[in-house]
């Protein structure tokens, strides 16, 4: 059975209903977390923002932040499956084969990446010819990798839920069974989080407090929408 947006949500407002103190303070840490280690590479090359130990730095803690942001999904996952969540579960994926995360992080990342490549190529080249027709050309690769960009981040939306589930599952495995089980649907996900705009824009201008109720809410119905697609719901 596919279900509507507005059932997704009713189903994450039942599975949060007189819980959301955990999430909360799950999204608090996280945030605070997240805050503290993007200013680490700055704090430790403060005048050296292009050096290689920078960009090192850099990487590393995009690493370690792949890894963390898995912790919030995992305390959603257990609440909507009837779970109390335990906090304890925000180091779930260093405890849990991070390795698996980090690749198929990583290799999402580098596709993203790649179909870029041939427009910003042509474009510079153009620029530097002063080429019209192939900075247009450019221009129209560059936008055809946008739509590239987003459809593999909806072909590989359920690679967290997907190892934290399975955490045995090689990274490769993971990012097959997201597209599998995203094939015919990312359209229905694609919509789902535009669904969240509003929400997020009155987050905003609600000095960021409304992110902490927000972004529960979010990451809870789009979990929803796995436990549909695995059957579970």
Known sequence: MKRTSSQLKQLARESLAHRFSLPVMACVITFGIIMLVNMLPAALFPD??????????????????????VGPVTILLDMSRGSDGQLSDLLYAFRHQPDRIIVSQL???LLSTVIFL??????????????????IIGSLLIFAAVIGSVVIRLDFALVTPLYID??????IDLLRESRDLMRGNRLRYFVLELSFIPIMLLAVVACFVGLLWAVPYTQMTLLEFYRELVGEI
């Open 107 to 109: 290799i999402i990342s």
């Open 48 to 69: 050296t923002g292009n050096s290689i130990s920078y960009l090192v730095i850099s990487f590393i803690t995009d690493l370690l932040l792949s890894i963390l942001s």
């Open 166 to 171: 399975n955490p045995q599952t090689s990274a």
């Open 118 to 135: 041939p427009g910003i190529l042509v474009f510079m080249l153009s620029s530097i010819f002063y080429t019209a027709f192939g900075i």
